[in-house]
Protein backbone atom coordinates (compact mmCIF):
# COMPACT_ATOMS: atom_id res chain seq x y z
CA UNK A 1 0.00 0.00 0.00
CA UNK A 2 1.23 3.63 -0.67
CA UNK A 3 1.46 6.43 0.68
CA UNK A 4 -1.46 8.14 -1.75
CA UNK A 5 -3.52 5.23 -1.06
CA UNK A 6 -3.04 5.10 2.62
CA UNK A 7 -4.11 8.20 2.39
CA UNK A 8 -7.68 7.97 0.92
CA UNK A 9 -8.36 4.95 2.26
CA UNK A 10 -7.98 7.13 6.15
CA UNK A 11 -10.06 9.70 4.33
CA UNK A 12 -12.59 7.40 3.22
CA UNK A 13 -12.95 5.60 7.57
CA UNK A 14 -13.09 9.27 8.41
CA UNK A 15 -15.86 10.19 6.03
CA UNK A 16 -17.34 7.16 6.82
CA UNK A 17 -17.90 5.20 3.69
CA UNK A 18 -14.85 2.61 3.49
CA UNK A 19 -15.65 -0.77 2.42
CA UNK A 20 -15.10 -3.66 5.12
CA UNK A 21 -12.73 -4.76 2.89
CA UNK A 22 -10.64 -2.12 2.81
CA UNK A 23 -11.29 -1.07 6.13
CA UNK A 24 -9.76 -4.62 7.40
CA UNK A 25 -6.21 -3.83 4.77
CA UNK A 26 -6.06 -0.33 6.49
CA UNK A 27 -6.29 -2.25 10.44
CA UNK A 28 -3.78 -4.61 9.40
CA UNK A 29 -1.76 -1.38 8.65
CA UNK A 30 -2.70 0.36 11.60
CA UNK A 31 -1.12 -2.53 13.73
CA UNK A 32 2.27 -2.87 12.52
CA UNK A 33 2.86 0.52 11.58
CA UNK A 34 3.15 3.39 13.87
CA UNK A 35 3.42 6.17 11.39
CA UNK A 36 0.49 4.86 9.72
CA UNK A 37 -1.51 5.29 13.30
CA UNK A 38 0.10 8.98 13.49
CA UNK A 39 -1.34 9.61 10.35
CA UNK A 40 -4.71 8.44 11.38
CA UNK A 41 -4.47 10.42 14.82
CA UNK A 42 -3.25 13.60 12.85
CA UNK A 43 -6.51 13.33 10.63
CA UNK A 44 -9.04 12.67 12.84
CA UNK A 45 -7.58 15.89 14.76
CA UNK A 46 -7.98 17.90 11.83
CA UNK A 47 -11.66 16.66 10.85
CA UNK A 48 -12.75 17.28 14.45
CA UNK A 49 -11.12 20.93 14.83
CA UNK A 50 -13.21 21.56 11.79
CA UNK A 51 -16.28 20.02 13.15
CA UNK A 52 -15.46 22.69 16.97
CA UNK A 53 -15.41 25.37 13.78
CA UNK A 54 -18.35 24.69 12.14
CA UNK A 55 -20.37 25.09 15.42
CA UNK A 56 -18.62 28.38 16.65
CA UNK A 57 -19.61 29.50 13.76
CA UNK A 58 -23.24 28.70 14.01
CA UNK A 59 -24.42 32.06 16.36
CA UNK A 60 -25.75 32.03 19.46
CA UNK A 61 -23.57 29.38 20.63
CA UNK A 62 -21.18 29.81 23.43
CA UNK A 63 -17.51 28.51 22.52
CA UNK A 64 -17.00 27.28 25.47
CA UNK A 65 -20.01 25.13 25.87
CA UNK A 66 -19.14 23.24 22.59
CA UNK A 67 -19.12 19.13 22.75
CA UNK A 68 -16.66 18.15 20.55
CA UNK A 69 -18.14 14.39 19.17
CA UNK A 70 -16.95 13.03 16.16
CA UNK A 71 -19.40 13.37 13.17
CA UNK A 72 -19.90 9.98 12.52
CA UNK A 73 -19.95 6.48 14.43
CA UNK A 74 -17.45 4.26 12.82
CA UNK A 75 -16.86 0.13 12.99
CA UNK A 76 -13.74 -0.56 14.23
CA UNK A 77 -12.46 -4.25 15.19
CA UNK A 78 -9.36 -3.25 17.23
CA UNK A 79 -9.59 -2.00 20.70
CA UNK A 80 -6.15 0.10 19.81
CA UNK A 81 -8.33 1.96 17.00
CA UNK A 82 -11.05 2.33 19.17
CA UNK A 83 -9.28 3.90 21.70
CA UNK A 84 -7.78 6.76 19.56
CA UNK A 85 -11.50 7.36 18.93
CA UNK A 86 -12.61 7.40 22.64
CA UNK A 87 -10.10 9.67 23.67
CA UNK A 88 -12.16 12.15 21.54
CA UNK A 89 -15.32 11.03 21.87
CA UNK A 90 -14.94 11.74 25.55
CA UNK A 91 -14.20 15.47 25.22
CA UNK A 92 -15.77 18.01 27.42
CA UNK A 93 -15.23 21.08 26.34
CA UNK A 94 -13.08 22.73 23.16
CA UNK A 95 -10.81 24.22 25.62
CA UNK A 96 -10.26 21.13 27.20
CA UNK A 97 -9.85 19.49 24.08
CA UNK A 98 -7.17 21.89 22.63
CA UNK A 99 -5.08 21.86 25.66
CA UNK A 100 -5.35 18.03 26.06
CA UNK A 101 -4.65 17.17 22.78
CA UNK A 102 -1.58 19.55 22.58
CA UNK A 103 -0.43 18.13 25.14
CA UNK A 104 -0.35 14.42 23.73
CA UNK A 105 0.88 15.78 20.43
CA UNK A 106 4.03 16.89 22.10
CA UNK A 107 4.76 13.48 23.51
CA UNK A 108 3.43 11.12 20.91
CA UNK A 109 3.58 12.39 17.86
CA UNK A 110 5.98 11.30 15.40
CA UNK A 111 9.21 13.96 14.67
CA UNK A 112 9.62 15.15 11.18
CA UNK A 113 12.08 12.87 9.45
CA UNK A 114 14.19 13.66 5.91
CA UNK A 115 15.86 11.83 3.89
CA UNK A 116 19.12 12.54 1.72
CA UNK A 117 23.17 13.91 2.45
CA UNK A 118 22.52 17.11 0.48
CA UNK A 119 20.65 19.53 -1.21
CA UNK A 120 20.45 20.94 -5.04
CA UNK A 121 21.77 24.54 -4.01
CA UNK A 122 21.21 26.18 -7.67
CA UNK A 123 20.87 24.79 -11.17
CA UNK A 124 21.17 25.92 -14.61
CA UNK A 125 18.97 24.34 -16.94
CA UNK A 126 18.91 20.73 -14.98
CA UNK A 127 17.70 17.78 -16.93
CA UNK A 128 17.55 14.87 -15.13
CA UNK A 129 17.24 11.45 -16.71
CA UNK A 130 14.05 9.95 -16.51
CA UNK A 131 14.93 6.89 -14.02
CA UNK A 132 15.76 10.38 -12.00
CA UNK A 133 13.46 12.57 -10.07
CA UNK A 134 13.44 15.92 -11.62
CA UNK A 135 14.62 17.66 -8.73
CA UNK A 136 13.79 21.16 -8.27
CA UNK A 137 15.90 23.98 -6.91
CA UNK A 138 16.02 23.49 -2.88
CA UNK A 139 15.24 19.91 -2.68
CA UNK A 140 17.01 17.27 -0.74
CA UNK A 141 18.79 14.64 -2.98
CA UNK A 142 17.27 11.26 -2.89
CA UNK A 143 19.20 8.19 -2.55
CA UNK A 144 20.42 6.17 -5.03
CA UNK A 145 22.11 6.42 -8.95
CA UNK A 146 21.39 9.88 -9.79
CA UNK A 147 21.89 10.42 -13.94
CA UNK A 148 21.64 14.40 -14.94
CA UNK A 149 21.31 13.98 -18.55
CA UNK A 150 21.82 17.49 -19.18
CA UNK A 151 22.84 21.31 -17.97
CA UNK A 152 24.69 22.30 -14.39
CA UNK A 153 23.31 21.57 -10.99
CA UNK A 154 25.18 22.67 -7.46
CA UNK A 155 24.95 20.49 -4.58
CA UNK A 156 25.31 21.27 -0.74
CA UNK A 157 26.28 18.25 0.99
CA UNK A 158 25.91 18.71 4.78
CA UNK A 159 29.22 17.94 5.31
CA UNK A 160 30.09 21.60 3.75
CA UNK A 161 31.42 20.22 0.66
CA UNK A 162 30.26 21.81 -2.46
CA UNK A 163 29.41 20.42 -5.28
CA UNK A 164 29.46 21.57 -9.62
CA UNK A 165 28.94 18.65 -11.68
CA UNK A 166 28.14 19.24 -15.11
CA UNK A 167 26.01 16.91 -17.24
CA UNK A 168 25.47 14.35 -18.85
CA UNK A 169 26.60 12.65 -15.80
CA UNK A 170 26.13 9.65 -13.48
CA UNK A 171 26.78 10.02 -9.96
CA UNK A 172 25.71 8.74 -6.47
CA UNK A 173 25.70 10.81 -3.26
CA UNK A 174 27.19 7.79 -0.25
CA UNK A 175 27.15 10.22 2.32
CA UNK A 176 27.81 13.53 3.54
CA UNK A 177 31.62 12.46 2.97
CA UNK A 178 31.20 10.45 0.24
CA UNK A 179 30.46 9.98 -3.71
CA UNK A 180 30.65 7.87 -6.47
CA UNK A 181 30.91 9.12 -9.74
CA UNK A 182 30.89 6.91 -12.59
CA UNK A 183 30.89 9.39 -15.20
CA UNK A 184 31.05 13.47 -16.07
CA UNK A 185 32.69 16.63 -14.86
CA UNK A 186 32.18 17.37 -10.83
CA UNK A 187 34.24 20.17 -9.62
CA UNK A 188 34.52 19.94 -5.43
CA UNK A 189 35.37 22.62 -2.95
CA UNK A 190 35.69 21.13 0.53
CA UNK A 191 36.50 23.09 3.47
CA UNK A 192 38.33 22.36 6.74
CA UNK A 193 35.52 20.81 8.67
CA UNK A 194 34.71 18.18 5.90
CA UNK A 195 38.45 17.25 5.28
CA UNK A 196 38.79 13.57 3.81
CA UNK A 197 36.07 14.14 1.99
CA UNK A 198 36.46 11.42 -0.95
CA UNK A 199 34.90 10.76 -4.72
CA UNK A 200 35.27 7.03 -5.70
CA UNK A 201 35.60 6.19 -9.66
CA UNK A 202 36.46 3.15 -11.77
CA UNK A 203 40.17 4.24 -11.99
CA UNK A 204 40.31 5.19 -7.99
CA UNK A 205 39.32 7.33 -5.69
CA UNK A 206 40.22 11.01 -4.63
CA UNK A 207 40.73 11.83 -0.68
CA UNK A 208 40.70 15.65 -0.26
CA UNK A 209 43.57 17.18 2.05
CA UNK A 210 42.06 20.62 1.38
CA UNK A 211 40.79 22.70 -0.36
CA UNK A 212 39.61 22.48 -3.97
CA UNK A 213 39.83 19.70 -7.41
CA UNK A 214 37.86 18.30 -10.23
CA UNK A 215 37.24 15.23 -12.01
CA UNK A 216 36.19 14.36 -15.60
CA UNK A 217 35.27 10.81 -15.62
CA UNK A 218 34.71 8.69 -18.55
CA UNK A 219 34.08 5.03 -19.23
CA UNK A 220 38.29 4.62 -19.81
CA UNK A 221 40.11 7.07 -17.41
CA UNK A 222 39.54 9.72 -14.76
CA UNK A 223 41.14 12.72 -15.46
CA UNK A 224 41.82 14.62 -11.41
CA UNK A 225 42.75 18.27 -11.41
CA UNK A 226 44.58 19.93 -8.08
CA UNK A 227 42.85 23.73 -8.45
CA UNK A 228 43.72 24.65 -4.79
CA UNK A 229 45.27 23.12 -2.00
CA UNK A 230 46.21 19.02 -2.03
CA UNK A 231 44.83 15.65 -2.16
CA UNK A 232 45.66 11.89 -2.62
CA UNK A 233 45.20 10.14 -5.71
CA UNK A 234 44.18 6.44 -4.40
CA UNK A 235 44.35 4.31 -7.73
CA UNK A 236 42.60 0.74 -7.81
CA UNK A 237 45.49 -1.39 -7.79
CA UNK A 238 48.25 0.73 -7.33
CA UNK A 239 49.87 3.18 -4.75
CA UNK A 240 48.84 6.06 -3.79
CA UNK A 241 49.84 9.64 -5.10
CA UNK A 242 50.00 12.86 -3.11
CA UNK A 243 48.92 15.84 -5.24
CA UNK A 244 49.37 19.55 -4.83
CA UNK A 245 47.94 22.99 -6.42
CA UNK A 246 48.43 23.01 -10.00
CA UNK A 247 49.00 19.12 -10.69
CA UNK A 248 47.02 17.25 -13.20
CA UNK A 249 47.02 13.69 -13.92
CA UNK A 250 45.25 10.87 -16.34
CA UNK A 251 44.14 7.22 -14.54
CA UNK A 252 43.05 4.43 -16.71
CA UNK A 253 39.96 2.27 -15.05
CA UNK A 254 41.56 -0.80 -16.56
CA UNK A 255 45.57 -0.76 -16.25
CA UNK A 256 46.20 1.34 -12.96
CA UNK A 257 48.85 3.38 -15.13
CA UNK A 258 48.27 7.17 -14.57
CA UNK A 259 49.81 9.67 -16.90
CA UNK A 260 50.71 13.73 -16.58
CA UNK A 261 47.97 15.77 -17.40
CA UNK A 262 48.60 20.12 -18.78
CA UNK A 263 46.72 21.29 -15.40
CA UNK A 264 43.54 23.26 -16.98
CA UNK A 265 40.83 24.39 -14.47
CA UNK A 266 39.03 26.03 -17.24
CA UNK A 267 37.67 22.59 -18.48
CA UNK A 268 35.42 23.15 -15.32
CA UNK A 269 32.82 25.40 -14.25
CA UNK A 270 33.70 27.18 -11.14
CA UNK A 271 31.49 27.86 -8.28
CA UNK A 272 31.65 31.96 -9.31
CA UNK A 273 31.38 31.31 -12.77
CA UNK A 274 28.16 29.18 -12.20
CA UNK A 275 26.62 32.06 -9.32
CA UNK A 276 27.25 35.03 -12.01
CA UNK A 277 25.96 32.87 -14.58
CA UNK A 278 22.22 31.97 -12.25
CA UNK A 279 22.61 36.12 -11.75
CA UNK A 280 22.01 36.96 -14.92
CA UNK A 281 20.01 34.08 -16.51
CA UNK A 282 17.26 34.48 -13.12
CA UNK A 283 17.45 38.06 -14.33
CA UNK A 284 16.79 37.65 -17.37
CA UNK A 285 13.94 35.03 -16.69
CA UNK A 286 12.56 37.75 -13.94
CA UNK A 287 12.09 40.50 -17.26
CA UNK A 288 10.40 37.72 -19.16
CA UNK A 289 7.71 37.51 -16.31
CA UNK A 290 7.67 41.04 -15.58
CA UNK A 291 6.48 41.85 -19.60
CA UNK A 292 4.22 38.80 -19.05
CA UNK A 293 2.44 40.27 -15.50
CA UNK A 294 1.71 43.46 -17.41
CA UNK A 295 0.02 41.47 -20.39
CA UNK A 296 -1.58 39.41 -17.87
CA UNK A 297 -3.21 42.14 -15.72
CA UNK A 298 -5.45 42.88 -18.89
CA UNK A 299 -7.09 39.72 -18.70
CA UNK A 300 -10.81 40.64 -18.43
CA UNK A 301 -11.26 37.68 -16.68
CA UNK A 302 -9.37 38.52 -13.49
CA UNK A 303 -11.38 39.90 -10.35
CA UNK A 304 -7.68 41.02 -8.65
CA UNK A 305 -4.25 40.46 -9.57
CA UNK A 306 -1.38 41.36 -6.85
CA UNK A 307 2.26 41.04 -7.88
CA UNK A 308 4.01 41.90 -4.68
CA UNK A 309 6.68 43.45 -7.03
CA UNK A 310 5.52 46.66 -7.09
CA UNK A 311 7.30 49.88 -8.12
CA UNK A 312 6.78 53.78 -5.59
CA UNK A 313 6.92 53.74 -1.81
CA UNK A 314 5.65 51.28 1.38
CA UNK A 315 2.71 52.86 2.31
CA UNK A 316 1.24 49.61 3.34
CA UNK A 317 -1.00 49.12 0.39
CA UNK A 318 -1.04 46.87 -2.08
CA UNK A 319 -1.96 47.21 -5.62
CA UNK A 320 -4.63 45.69 -7.75
CA UNK A 321 -3.29 45.38 -11.16
CA UNK A 322 -6.24 44.06 -12.71
CA UNK A 323 -9.72 46.33 -14.51
CA UNK A 324 -11.34 46.18 -10.83
CA UNK A 325 -8.58 48.05 -9.37
CA UNK A 326 -9.33 46.44 -5.37
CA UNK A 327 -5.81 47.87 -3.86
CA UNK A 328 -5.46 45.66 -0.70
CA UNK A 329 -4.28 46.57 2.90
CA UNK A 330 -1.04 45.24 3.92
CA UNK A 331 -0.80 44.32 7.79
CA UNK A 332 2.01 43.50 9.80
CA UNK A 333 3.41 41.41 6.66
CA UNK A 334 7.31 42.47 6.01
CA UNK A 335 8.75 42.72 2.12
CA UNK A 336 11.34 39.89 1.13
CA UNK A 337 12.68 38.49 -1.52
CA UNK A 338 10.88 36.64 -4.50
CA UNK A 339 11.40 33.37 -6.22
CA UNK A 340 13.99 35.32 -7.80
CA UNK A 341 15.34 36.36 -5.14
CA UNK A 342 14.87 39.97 -6.09
CA UNK A 343 15.08 41.81 -2.54
CA UNK A 344 11.59 43.20 -1.68
CA UNK A 345 9.34 41.78 -3.95
CA UNK A 346 7.54 39.25 -1.98
CA UNK A 347 5.48 39.45 1.11
CA UNK A 348 6.29 37.24 3.75
CA UNK A 349 3.51 36.36 6.62
CA UNK A 350 5.73 34.40 9.16
CA UNK A 351 5.06 37.27 11.58
CA UNK A 352 1.58 36.58 13.68
CA UNK A 353 -0.96 39.00 12.60
CA UNK A 354 0.25 39.19 9.19
CA UNK A 355 -2.09 39.63 6.09
CA UNK A 356 -3.10 41.22 3.26
CA UNK A 357 -6.94 42.81 3.46
CA UNK A 358 -9.05 42.43 0.42
CA UNK A 359 -12.86 43.43 -0.06
CA UNK A 360 -14.25 41.96 -3.35
CA UNK A 361 -17.84 42.68 -4.25
CA UNK A 362 -20.26 40.81 -6.80
CA UNK A 363 -21.66 37.26 -7.27
CA UNK A 364 -19.39 34.79 -9.27
CA UNK A 365 -20.10 31.67 -10.95
CA UNK A 366 -16.81 29.80 -11.74
CA UNK A 367 -13.25 30.74 -10.25
CA UNK A 368 -9.41 30.42 -9.99
CA UNK A 369 -7.47 30.69 -7.15
CA UNK A 370 -3.45 31.43 -7.98
CA UNK A 371 -0.47 32.09 -6.41
CA UNK A 372 3.11 31.52 -6.18
CA UNK A 373 3.85 31.07 -2.51
CA UNK A 374 7.47 30.12 -0.60
CA UNK A 375 6.31 27.49 2.63
CA UNK A 376 9.26 27.72 5.54
CA UNK A 377 6.83 25.25 7.59
CA UNK A 378 3.48 24.31 8.43
CA UNK A 379 3.25 24.45 12.02
CA UNK A 380 -0.33 25.17 12.02
CA UNK A 381 -3.29 23.25 11.73
CA UNK A 382 -4.31 25.58 9.10
CA UNK A 383 -2.27 27.37 6.97
CA UNK A 384 -4.17 30.12 5.13
CA UNK A 385 -3.54 31.28 1.47
CA UNK A 386 -7.42 33.27 0.84
CA UNK A 387 -10.03 33.14 3.53
CA UNK A 388 -13.50 34.85 3.80
CA UNK A 389 -14.02 36.63 6.73
CA UNK A 390 -15.84 33.88 9.42
CA UNK A 391 -16.57 31.43 6.00
CA UNK A 392 -20.08 32.97 5.16
CA UNK A 393 -22.78 30.85 3.27
CA UNK A 394 -21.62 30.37 -0.64
CA UNK A 395 -17.96 31.82 0.60
CA UNK A 396 -14.75 29.66 -0.37
CA UNK A 397 -12.05 29.22 1.94
CA UNK A 398 -8.46 28.15 0.48
CA UNK A 399 -5.56 27.11 2.58
CA UNK A 400 -3.04 24.57 3.65
CA UNK A 401 -3.29 21.98 6.12
CA UNK A 402 -0.59 20.75 8.54
CA UNK A 403 -0.20 17.59 7.11
CA UNK A 404 0.67 18.93 3.42
CA UNK A 405 -2.70 18.92 1.56
CA UNK A 406 -4.50 21.85 -0.01
CA UNK A 407 -8.13 22.52 1.18
CA UNK A 408 -10.70 24.22 -0.72
CA UNK A 409 -14.45 24.71 0.10
CA UNK A 410 -17.61 26.66 -0.41
CA UNK A 411 -19.78 26.71 2.19
CA UNK A 412 -23.01 25.77 1.16
CA UNK A 413 -25.30 25.27 4.40
CA UNK A 414 -26.62 27.65 7.34
CA UNK A 415 -25.71 24.88 10.47
CA UNK A 416 -28.73 27.09 12.06
CA UNK A 417 -31.28 26.41 9.04
CA UNK A 418 -29.96 22.45 8.05
CA UNK A 419 -29.68 20.90 11.63
CA UNK A 420 -27.42 17.84 11.61
CA UNK A 421 -26.02 18.67 7.99
CA UNK A 422 -22.48 19.23 7.10
CA UNK A 423 -22.11 23.20 6.49
CA UNK A 424 -19.78 22.58 3.37
CA UNK A 425 -18.08 19.56 1.30
CA UNK A 426 -14.01 19.59 1.57
CA UNK A 427 -11.88 19.19 -1.61
CA UNK A 428 -8.45 17.86 -0.69
CA UNK A 429 -5.41 17.47 -2.66
CA UNK A 430 -2.60 14.73 -2.12
CA UNK A 431 0.10 15.70 0.24
CA UNK A 432 2.67 17.98 -1.59
CA UNK A 433 4.89 18.99 0.75
CA UNK A 434 7.28 17.26 3.48
CA UNK A 435 9.45 19.48 5.84
CA UNK A 436 12.42 18.25 3.43
CA UNK A 437 10.84 21.51 1.10
CA UNK A 438 11.19 23.94 3.60
CA UNK A 439 11.70 27.31 1.95
CA UNK A 440 11.00 25.98 -1.65
CA UNK A 441 8.93 28.40 -3.49
CA UNK A 442 5.72 26.46 -5.09
CA UNK A 443 3.24 27.57 -8.19
CA UNK A 444 -0.33 26.54 -6.43
CA UNK A 445 -3.69 26.74 -8.04
CA UNK A 446 -7.51 25.61 -7.31
CA UNK A 447 -10.12 25.96 -10.21
CA UNK A 448 -14.17 25.62 -8.87
CA UNK A 449 -16.06 24.74 -12.24
CA UNK A 450 -19.39 25.04 -12.06
CA UNK A 451 -20.01 24.19 -15.93
CA UNK A 452 -17.21 20.66 -15.95
CA UNK A 453 -18.68 20.45 -12.33
CA UNK A 454 -15.38 20.00 -10.62
CA UNK A 455 -12.87 21.45 -8.24
CA UNK A 456 -9.20 20.22 -9.70
CA UNK A 457 -5.51 21.42 -7.52
CA UNK A 458 -2.41 21.99 -9.36
CA UNK A 459 0.92 22.33 -8.10
CA UNK A 460 3.60 23.48 -10.50
CA UNK A 461 1.31 23.40 -13.39
CA UNK A 462 0.28 19.77 -12.72
CA UNK A 463 -3.14 18.80 -11.56
CA UNK A 464 -2.90 16.57 -8.77
CA UNK A 465 -5.89 16.40 -8.26
CA UNK A 466 -9.80 16.01 -9.98
CA UNK A 467 -12.77 16.14 -7.79
CA UNK A 468 -16.75 16.13 -8.97
CA UNK A 469 -19.11 18.24 -7.67
CA UNK A 470 -22.00 16.57 -6.27
CA UNK A 471 -25.47 18.34 -6.63
CA UNK A 472 -26.00 17.64 -2.94
CA UNK A 473 -22.85 20.65 -2.24
CA UNK A 474 -23.31 22.62 -5.80
CA UNK A 475 -22.74 26.38 -5.40
CA UNK A 476 -23.63 28.30 -8.21
CA UNK A 477 -23.69 31.80 -6.58
CA UNK A 478 -19.85 32.18 -4.57
CA UNK A 479 -19.64 35.69 -3.24
CA UNK A 480 -16.34 36.99 -0.64
CA UNK A 481 -16.49 40.36 0.09
CA UNK A 482 -14.52 40.85 3.14
CA UNK A 483 -11.35 38.51 2.84
CA UNK A 484 -7.75 37.85 3.91
CA UNK A 485 -4.76 36.78 1.86
CA UNK A 486 -2.05 34.84 4.09
CA UNK A 487 -4.29 34.78 7.21
CA UNK A 488 -7.50 34.63 8.71
CA UNK A 489 -10.38 36.98 10.19
CA UNK A 490 -13.72 36.95 12.71
CA UNK A 491 -16.09 38.77 11.19
CA UNK A 492 -16.32 42.79 11.94
CA UNK A 493 -18.98 41.78 14.38
CA UNK A 494 -17.13 40.03 16.55
CA UNK A 495 -14.31 42.50 16.74
CA UNK A 496 -14.66 43.00 20.21
CA UNK A 497 -12.73 39.90 21.01
CA UNK A 498 -9.31 40.17 20.99
CA UNK A 499 -8.16 36.39 21.03
CA UNK A 500 -8.03 34.65 17.13
CA UNK A 501 -6.98 31.66 15.29
CA UNK A 502 -2.81 32.07 14.10
CA UNK A 503 -3.60 30.65 10.64
CA UNK A 504 -0.80 33.12 9.02
CA UNK A 505 1.33 31.23 6.50
CA UNK A 506 5.20 30.81 7.56
CA UNK A 507 6.05 31.34 4.10
CA UNK A 508 5.88 34.44 1.58
CA UNK A 509 3.87 35.11 -1.46
CA UNK A 510 4.92 37.08 -3.81
CA UNK A 511 1.87 36.65 -7.08
CA UNK A 512 -1.52 36.33 -6.15
CA UNK A 513 -4.67 36.34 -8.80
CA UNK A 514 -8.20 35.12 -8.47
CA UNK A 515 -9.94 34.68 -11.32
CA UNK A 516 -13.70 35.29 -12.20
CA UNK A 517 -13.53 31.95 -14.37
CA UNK A 518 -12.09 28.40 -14.10
CA UNK A 519 -8.70 28.24 -16.36
CA UNK A 520 -7.93 25.43 -17.89
CA UNK A 521 -5.12 22.78 -17.58
CA UNK A 522 -3.22 24.58 -20.74
CA UNK A 523 -3.19 28.27 -19.01
CA UNK A 524 -1.91 26.92 -15.58
CA UNK A 525 0.46 24.96 -17.10
CA UNK A 526 1.70 28.15 -19.25
CA UNK A 527 1.89 30.46 -16.24
CA UNK A 528 4.02 28.02 -14.61
CA UNK A 529 6.25 27.80 -17.22
CA UNK A 530 6.69 31.06 -17.67
CA UNK A 531 6.58 32.16 -14.00
CA UNK A 532 9.02 29.76 -12.55
CA UNK A 533 12.48 30.58 -11.54
Not at 45 to 71: C, N, W, Y
Not at 97 to 125: C, K
Not at 203 to 225: I, N, S
Not at 368 to 381: E, G, H, V
Request: aromatic share 8%; glycine share 6%; proline share 4%.
Amino acid sequence: MNSEERSQLIDALIEGDISEADFVRLEAEMLVDAEVRQEYYDRVQVDTLIDVETREQSAGVDSEKIVAFPRRTLWLRTTGIAALLAILATVASVNWFVSRHQNIIATNEVEPTASGYGVVAEHLDAKWASDSASIQRGEILPQGPLVLDAGIVQIDLFSGVALVVEGSANFEILSPMDVRVDSGKIRARVPEQARGFRIHTAAGEVVDLGTEFALDVTPDHADVHVIDGEIEWHPTDADMQHMSKGEALRASNDTATTSPLSHDPSRFIGHEELENTLIRGRSERRQEWLTHSAQLANDPRLLLYYPMSQKGGWNRQLVDLSPHAINGTIVRANRSADRWESENAALDFTAAGSRVRVEIPGEHRSMTLYCWARIDSLDRWYNSLFLTDGHELNEPHWQILKDGRLFFSVKKNDPQVSKGERDKHIYYSPKFWTPAQAGQWFQIATTYDIDARNVTHYINGEIVSREAIAEKWLVETVTIGAASIGNWSEPRYKSADPSFAVRNLNGAIDEFAIFGEALNAEEIRELYEIGKP
